[in-house]
């Protein structure tokens, strides 16, 4: 990109991310003007469908967490009767809180 205009006159440049086109001054970097490209019309027919798709989306989300949610109160259990087995077999006494002074 060569530079052939004067120090004072603002710098033009687009953003490589979003395709906005920014006007920024060469002086203290403020942006003085910005203009975002346009996006393309959506019908009422292509919102409402995208607007359930998202909604289908939250609510198998959803059931996914409350599953979740459910078998990790049976795993946990499961894990705690396991440590109970494991403390009963085992012949070394549990640790006493005044002896870890």
Partial sequence: MSDTSTPNEPLEMKCPC???KLVVDRINGDI???ERPKKA???W??????GEA???AAEAMFKEGMDRENRADDIL???FEEALKRADKSDIPPPRIFDLD
């Fill in 18 to 20: 979003c395709s906005t």
């Fill in 32 to 34: 003085l003007h910005e």
């Fill in 41 to 43: 019309a959506v019908s």
């Fill in 45 to 50: 027919d292509q919102a409402l469908s995208a």
């Fill in 54 to 56: 998202k909604q289908m």
């Fill in 77 to 79: 259990e499961k894990k």
